[in-house]
C-alpha cells in the first residue's frame, strides 16, 4: 500500500515556494511539477498522512495559508489551488490510457517522436571525452576483497560473507541514508 504525503520545497531563506501531494519519490524529483526541485533535501519539508485525500487536503491548505505567486496572493509557484492530480484510477482505466498511447505511439508522429527521443537518450561523447574515462581507473587498483567478490558475481555463486567491520560501516552507511530520506531530515 503507498505511503502518502504533502511537501513544501523551501528557497534558501526557508521560505516555501512549492506545495505539492505524493507518495514514493515524487517530492524528490522535478517531473511533472513546472518549477525545479530544490537542490538539497534539507529543503524539502515532507507531511506524511493516512490517505491520498488528507494529503491532498494538506496540499490544499498549503497553498491557501502561503497563496500563490500567479494570483497575486502570496510566494508559491503553484499553478492550482491543489488537489486536482487525478486519484489512483482503476485497471480499467490503466488499461484504456495504456491502449490510447500505444496507438498515439504507432502513427507517424509519434513513430518520429520516438526516434528523437532515442536519439536524445544516447550520450554523445567526444573522443577526448571517452579517453579521459577510460583512463580514469588505470590508477585503481582493486583489493582481493574486491575481486573476489566481482569474481563470484560473474560466475553466479552467492557471495562469501562480509566481515564484522564491512557490515558495521554497511550498516552506518545506509542508517545515515534512511534518517535522511525517510524521516526526512536534513
Same mark, same amino acid.
Given at each position: 500500500?503507498?505511503?502518502?504525503? #504533502?511537501?513544501?520545497?523551501?528557497?534558501? *531563506?526557508?521560505?516555501?515556494?512549492?506545495?505539492?501531494?505524493? #507518495?514514493?519519490?515524487?517530492?524528490?524529483?522535478? /517531473? $511533472?511539477?513546472?518549477?525545479?526541485?530544490? /537542490?538539497? *533535501?534539507?529543503?524539502?519539508?515532507? =507531511?506524511? &498522512? /493516512?490517505?491520498?485525500?488528507?494529503? =491532498?487536503? +494538506?496540499?490544499? +491548505?498549503?497553498?491557501?495559508?502561503?497563496?500563490? @505567486? *500567479?494570483?497575486?496572493?502570496?510566494?508559491?509557484?503553484? !499553478?492550482? *489551488?491543489?488537489? $486536482?492530480?487525478?486519484?489512483?484510477?482503476?485497471?480499467?482505466?490503466?488499461?484504456?490510457? #495504456? /491502449?490510447?498511447? @500505444? !496507438?498515439?505511439?504507432?502513427?507517424?508522429?509519434?513513430?518520429? %517522436?520516438?526516434?528523437?527521443?532515442?536519439?536524445?537518450?544516447?550520450?554523445? !561523447?567526444?573522443?577526448? %571525452?571517452?579517453? %579521459?574515462?577510460?583512463?580514469?581507473?588505470?590508477? &585503481?587498483?582493486? #583489493?582481493?576483497?574486491?575481486?573476489? %567478490?566481482?569474481?563470484?558475481?560473474?560466475?553466479? @555463486?552467492? @557471495?562469501?560473507?562480509?566481515?564484522?567491520?564491512?557490515?558495521?560501516?554497511? +550498516?552506518?552507511?545506509?542508517?545515515?541514508?534512511?534518517?535522511?530520506?525517510?524521516?526526512?531530515?536534513?
Amino acid at each position: 500500500m503507498a505511503q502518502f504525503y #504533502s511537501y513544501l520545497w523551501l528557497r534558501r *531563506d526557508t521560505t516555501p515556494y512549492y506545495a505539492g501531494k505524493g #507518495s514514493g519519490r515524487r517530492a524528490f524529483i522535478n /517531473a $511533472d511539477h513546472g518549477v525545479h526541485c530544490p /537542490a538539497s *533535501d534539507s529543503r524539502i519539508l515532507v =507531511f506524511m &498522512h /493516512a490517505t491520498e485525500a488528507e494529503a =491532498f487536503e +494538506s496540499e490544499k +491548505s498549503f497553498i491557501r495559508w502561503f497563496g500563490r @505567486k *500567479d494570483l497575486g496572493t502570496g510566494c508559491l509557484r503553484n !499553478r492550482t *489551488d491543489g488537489g $486536482d492530480a487525478p486519484i489512483n484510477q482503476g485497471p480499467a482505466t490503466r488499461q484504456k490510457q #495504456s /491502449a490510447a498511447a @500505444k !496507438r498515439r505511439a504507432q502513427t507517424p508522429e509519434g513513430l518520429a %517522436h520516438l526516434r528523437r527521443v532515442g536519439r536524445m537518450s544516447k550520450p554523445l !561523447r567526444s573522443e577526448e %571525452h571517452r579517453r %579521459h574515462l577510460s583512463e580514469s581507473h588505470l590508477g &585503481h587498483i582493486p #583489493s582481493a576483497e574486491q575481486l573476489l %567478490h566481482q569474481s563470484l558475481a560473474q560466475k553466479g @555463486k552467492p @557471495k562469501p560473507p562480509r566481515s564484522a567491520e564491512h557490515r558495521r560501516r554497511l +550498516s552506518e552507511s545506509q542508517k545515515a541514508r534512511w534518517v535522511k530520506k525517510r524521516l526526512f531530515l536534513p
